[in-house]
């Protein structure tokens, strides 16, 4: 079983910054190469991938929406993964998950966090 925990959310200005973390755990995380990703939800609206990336990271995946402004990364040394999220919008404005799974940048995720809230006022 896998364990994520988001961190990070809050509520900033346009233009403002924001940078997201989660923290992985479990006793069979460190045995597999996990993909891992971030999603978030808005109200009213469907669940959207904003960023992935490949447990080597030399794979990407960036939602046409937040390319150049979000960047995601992460330190596989400390089960960790990260939203920088710069020059935010009010439609960035949702709750922001983790997830993670065995397969390769994959459609579908197996593994969720709990969200974090992000809040851009106009």
């Known amino acids: 079983q896998v364990q994520l925990v988001e961190s990070g959310g809050g509520l900033v200005q346009a233009g403002g910054s924001l940078r997201l973390s989660c923290a992985a755990s479990?006793?069979?995380?460190?045995?597999?190469?996990?993909?891992m990703g971030w999603f978030r939800q808005a109200p009213g609206k469907e669940r959207e991938l904003v960023a992935a990336?490949?447990?080597?990271?030399?794979?990407?995946y960036y939602a046409d929406s937040v390319k150049g402004r979000f960047t995601i990364s992460r330190d596989n040394a400390k089960n960790t993964l990260y939203l920088q999220m710069n020059s935010l919008k009010a439609e960035d404005t949702a709750v922001y998950y983790c997830?993670?799974?065995?397969?390769?940048?994959?459609?579908?995720?197996?593994?969720w966090g709990q969200g974090t809230q992000v809040t851009v006022s106009s």
């Open positions: 997830a993670a799974d065995e397969k390769l940048l994959p459609k579908e995720y197996t593994y």
């Open positions: 479990g006793r069979t995380f460190s045995s597999y190469s996990y993909s």
């Open positions: 990336m490949s447990w080597s990271g030399r794979r990407t």
